[in-house]
């Protein structure tokens, strides 16, 4: 791609009441669009991470046998007074709107109710079980709150994903690979480290539900980490009896700020029972479907993200995630044949990454070295490659990775293969 005809540009101030680094950030490299508070677009490069994002989700849900479906936006009213759940004072939250002929629908911002009215169309027995349903779809929740950039925002895209099991045993065999299947997402995203299986609260029939918070100084939450345990405990949930219960000492535990970016959550039978999801059982008694419910906010794993990879200058994306691997930058030459032989090399190896499918960025712009440099530092893409005089002389580019400060030439005719050997690293 060529960097002057890449919709979205870099500006030098973000928006005055953005408050959030992830937000001012990604404003500035042209990845994303304030639309108004707690409201943002994606821009081609802010959509190329959200994309990476979901697909590794997509990955790791189809391996423990996630289906993939989606559902509408536009909610049913009776479903959520079925389950307590309509009124305002129950969810805090919810957009609403009318019909024409003035009856109310809800806007999404969970889907466990109409996901399992529907379900019922499709479970009659035991054969019909178990099975798990994901969708990547808009929730819109009317957040008070909205001072963390793509952290919290009003709109956004949801991994969520329904688990339906014949019994406990059954859910808790899901719930387990699900578990897993949490930690090797935030793994691959480059979080693996700062992310800690939480006991937080909620669930049915058991006491808590798991979120999987990383430790940054941008979260809203409060938890207790038990390092050596790789778990953590959410401040909510936080009390002796909890600390017996799961064999942790009060002064053993470290105080920090993270933010959820997964939520695991048993229903137990308590939905099924409520929206009348019955099966009949291998015993022939007909009985409730236990239900999981598995989310992830790809906005706000992205933001997170941005928040730990970051330096003074910009981004420092991950390659896993990066909206494109190389970076490459031709300079100006004063000498007309230098520069023709500058802007060709740049352009045939961009065309070559691109036919490999090594996605690369190309500034062709007729701008200063220094203006490049920093544009491509704050846009964060892993490995940067200068086409310059300097560098033509020794027939070579420059190879510089955003990760590090340091830089070295790399021969015309090496670069190709080496760059395969970076990507596939
Ligand atoms: P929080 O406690 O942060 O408000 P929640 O408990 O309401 O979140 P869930 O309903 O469990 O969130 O949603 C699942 C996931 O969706 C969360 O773990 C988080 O990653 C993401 N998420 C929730 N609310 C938002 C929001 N307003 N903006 C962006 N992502 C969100
Ligand atoms: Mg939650």
Redesign the pocket.
Known sequence: MRYSRLFGKTTKTAPADETAKNAQLLLKAGFIYKEMA?VYAYLPLGLRVTEKIKQIIREEMNAVGGQEIIMTTLQRKELWEKTDRWSDEAVD?WFKAQLKNGSEVGLA??HEEPITDMVKNYVGSYRDLPFCVYQFQN?L?N?TR?KSG?????E?V?K?LYSYARNNEEHQVIYDAMTQAYLRIFDRVGLGEQTYFTFASGGAFTQF?H??QTVTPAG??TIYLYRAKRLAVNKEVLNDEVLAQLDLKREELEEVAA?????I?NFGTTKSEQLGLMFTDEDGKTKPVVLGSY???????M?VIVEHYADERGIVWPKSVAPALVHIVSLKAKDEAMAERIEQIASSLHDELENLGIETIWDERDASAGEKFADADLIGIPLRLVVSEKTLKEDSVEWKLRSSTESRFVKLDDVLEEIEVYVSE
């Open positions: 707690g939250i911002w969970s929730k929740r957040e909205a793509i952290m919290r925002t009003r956004f949801m969520d539900s979120e999987f809203e939450d933010s959820e970016v997964g939520n959550f989310g992830i906010g790809i906005g706000r794993l933001g």
